[in-house]
């Protein structure tokens, strides 16, 4: 949520534990070791070299994904596999289960994807190293929504750290985030006492005109909902050549996936407060990876205008389930408080500052066709 370094949430993965999980899956060979443990916030993971290639287990807290809830993950990675699109194999137990469960957590066990994780050691939601890279994370994210389509699962079940779009699609979307902030009893709590109706109307009026037809518009698709570069395994000429990560994936459109892809990366968001808002954007970035999309799905200028009049709010309903985490399974209010001030409200507030409406006037009136 910041520069400062923390420590990690959740406790690291253990040899014991790790072997001890391995073996409830038959394909995955013995353990030479554990070589690398991950830094991110929301769960566990450590890659693990065996005798027969790399693998990488990942482990949650059942509260934040339960076996169901891991399971639709996997029905849409498979189903991306046999679309082509190129996705770490998912192991299975001897039963034909995708996750495991013991205790507290649950466990997935995933092979290694063919690439360099090029941006393993920086912060999550820092921006590309080159437009070349923004370009082609964008042509990238166009076949995964090529290869998504036939995919007809429901919506996710509700569960922490899902990134739906029920919220701005709907056209009274104040009393849908009252809904959906009742509905977390950790949420509600945290919020008591703040003016977080008021401030809410307050974006929703400033930004949200009209954007609930132009969501009813848009076709149904399964996405990613969590594209930055560090959930990409890269080749040496600076093609993408794993997309992984699909935790926060869920039932959206592509318009919507591809307003979070330019909030995740075209932003030093870590940043913000520390540099000016001028310096805080890179419209280049954003503009690469919509050039790079349309190459293999062409973007009309209504498109573009929804995404770019989606930008300013596409995050809230994300920044509400992480305030729900923070607040309620990791007990951590500052954390909260930060993702409340700093990414819920602090996001959009930029987007109305001169800086902000200027990032917005080069998107939408740039020809990325």
Not at 176 to 183: D, F, N
Not at 253 to 270: G, P, Q, S
Not at 277 to 299: E, F, H, K, Q, V
């Amino acid at each position: 949520m910041g520069l400062a370094m923390e420590a990690p949430t959740w406790p690291a993965i253990t040899d014991d534990e790790a072997a001890g999980v391995l073996g409830r899956f038959p394909a995955a060979a013995p353990i030479t070791r554990l070589c690398w443990h991950s830094p991110r916030p929301f769960s566990a993971a450590t890659l693990i070299d065996t005798t027969s290639g790399a693998l990488l287990l990942k482990r949650h807290d059942r509260r934040v994904r339960t076996l169901a809830g891991l399971a639709e993950e996997h029905g849409f990675i498979a189903h991306l596999a046999r679309a082509g699109m190129p996705v770490p194999d998912v192991l299975r137990t001897a039963d034909g289960a995708g996750a495991v469960a013991t205790g507290e957590w649950t466990y997935e066990l995933h092979r290694r994807g063919v690439g360099d994780d090029a941006y393993r050691d920086r912060p999550s939601w820092t921006p590309f190293r080159s437009p070349a890279h923004a370009h082609e994370a964008g042509v990238a994210l166009a076949r995964l929504h090529h290869a998504s389509h036939g995919f007809d699962a429901p919506a996710r079940v509700a569960q922490p750290l899902v990134a739906s779009v029920s919220i701005l699609s709907a056209k009274a979307p104040l009393a849908r985030a009252a809904a959906y902030i009742a509905a977390r009893p950790a949420l509600a709590a945290f919020l008591q006492g703040r003016p977080w109706r008021r401030q809410l109307s307050s974006l929703f009026a400033a930004s949200g005109d009209g954007l609930a037809q132009r969501m009813a518009d848009q076709a149904p698709l399964w996405t990613h909902n969590d594209w930055h570069p560090s959930n990409l395994l890269w080749s040496e000429d600076g093609k993408v050549e794993t997309v992984f990560d699909f935790g926060l994936a869920d039932r959206t459109c592509a318009v919507h996936d591809l307003a979070i892809a330019i909030e995740r990366t075209a932003f030093a968001w870590l940043e913000l407060g520390e540099r000016r808002d001028d310096n805080l954007a890179d419209p280049i970035a954003a503009l690469s990876l919509l050039a790079g999309y349309a190459t293999i799905r062409p973007l009309d200028r209504d498109t573009i205008d929804t995404i770019v009049r989606l930008l300013p709010l596409v995050h809230i309903e994300f920044a509400l389930s992480e305030i729900a985490y923070f607040a309620g399974i990791v007990g951590d209010r500052d954390a909260a408080a930060l993702a409340w001030e700093g990414y819920l409200l602090g996001h959009a507030d930029w987007f109305r500052s001169a800086a902000g409406k200027a990032f917005l006037a080069r998107l939408r009136g740039e020809r990325v066709i």
